[in-house]
């Protein structure tokens, strides 16, 4: 005798499996001895904690690489030498500021619950957006919170989670049916994504092009005031100052931590490294990708200025909400795996649009996904970055037809 289950239920069943599965390959991932900067040990907590640190001590010393070396180690004795570099805009280290205040170790506990309550809103605003069963959609926010990339930004201490609340926040506030209020905290938040400029452009130029008064102006006095935020630290002229300091940085990054890139130039620079390219080889190609990069970047504003004269612009605009954040990891020039935590809208909707089974293929892919990021090493080639693009282009492709 055969007992009927319902499709719900084993959705929801899968995903608790999945869900304790993984929680206990990250467990044990956070207890095994790491390098400094492990999940539970610190995180990258130090490399915004010494920010704020440098700011109390030495202001006009924010970007000297090894005062934040002296300090880290200093409040971070593990660390044998090793550091996070800070290298975010001088505004970033005003808004951390009030981390100093705090011993690390609460610290980071206060930076962890920021972004827990940063995913748990976020979750809310796309189950709100996209109006899905309840029972359902839980079992896609517990799935996908223990997802490696957003488990380990929400362990971490990484920033992806407010990243991703910065986007759903531009996302739902350029809808026409939002409210003002809705539209300010659109406006609020692509501006706020300024904290990583790279990710902030596609999101203003929505508020440019499809927000709406209210949202547009919020968005341009917050950009005034992180101006002058970063003039505390670095004076007038701290564009200039933290460019170069951003490419500086962006060398070394590259170097350290290019078999955990997933955009299109650091999967690019790990291949080359990884097949023994000479230097001058490896920066054509990477030059190449910039070019891609660039050029497919281009035709998303294009895109974008489209929707907006589209007689069939709420559709269209679906459209974007599923595009832009997954090509946002893809095409800024060195996004970590943890940064794929902005595809959760994309994985939302094709979420809602999918049958069981297929729902239930999203759950398979997302734990193979964690199972890839477990073979990272910085010898290997970029397993986790080629997977990262595979299985981005397939929810792409999948979401847009699920639209169409």
């Known amino acids: 005798m055969s007992i009927e289950i319902s499709p719900h239920l084993l959705l929801r069943k899968s995903a608790l499996v999945f869900t304790i599965g993984i929680s206990i390959a990250l467990l044990f991932g956070a207890l095994t001895p790491q390098l400094p900067g492990s999940m539970l040990e610190s995180g990258d907590l130090p490399g915004f904690y010494v920010a704020a640190e440098i700011l109390q001590r030495s202001p006009h010393r924010l970007y000297d690489f090894e005062l934040q070396r002296q300090i880290e180690n200093e409040l971070w004795p593990h660390f044998n030498g090793h550091f996070l570099a800070f290298a975010y805009p001088p505004y970033t280290a005003v808004l951390l500021s009030p981390l100093a205040l705090l011993p690390p170790h609460d ?173 001058t080889t490896t920066n054509s190609f990477q030059h190449i990708a910039q070019f891609i990069s660039l050029g497919v970047a281009l035709a998303c504003c294009w895109t974008i200025v489209l929707v907006k004269k589209s007689p069939q612009r709420a559709i269209a605009q679906r459209k974007l909400e599923i595009l832009l954040p997954l090509l946002i990891p893809i095409l800024a020039p060195q996004t970590l795996f943890y940064d794929l935590t902005l595809g959760i809208p994309a994985a939302c909707l094709l979420w809602k649009g999918t049958s069981s089974k297929e729902a239930f293929g999203l759950l398979f892919s997302i734990a193979l996904f964690s199972g890839v990021f477990l073979l990272r090493t910085p010898e290997s080639v970029s397993l986790f970055g080629i997977t990262a693009l595979f299985l981005l282009s397939l929810y792409l492709w999948r979401v847009l037809r699920i639209q169409s």
Request: charged share 10%; proline share 5%.
């Open 107 to 279: 610290a980071q506990l206060i930076f962890i619950l920021i972004n827990a309550i940063a995913l748990a809103w976020s979750f809310r605003i796309l189950y709100l957006m996209h109006d899905t069963r309840p029972e359902n959609f839980l079992a896609f926010a517990l799935i996908l919170s223990c997802a490696t990339p957003v488990a380990i930004s929400l362990v971490g201490a990484q920033n992806s989670c407010l990243s991703l609340l910065a986007i759903v926040l531009t996302l739902r506030g350029i809808r026409p049916d939002a409210n003002t209020l809705h539209q300010c905290m659109a406006g609020l938040g692509s501006a706020l994504l300024l904290y990583k400029p790279q990710f902030a452009i596609f999101p203003l130029l929505l508020i440019a092009l499809l927000g709406s008064r209210p949202a547009r102006s919020t968005a341009a006095i917050v950009v005034i005031l992180l101006y002058i935020l970063g003039t505390i630290p670095s004076g007038l002229d701290w564009p200039a100052k933290w460019i170069t300091v951003a490419t500086s940085f962006g060398n070394m990054n590259y170097q350290i931590n290019a078999h955990q890139m997933v955009s299109l130039q650091g999967l690019t620079y790990s291949l080359a490294h990884a097949a023994g390219m000479s230097e």
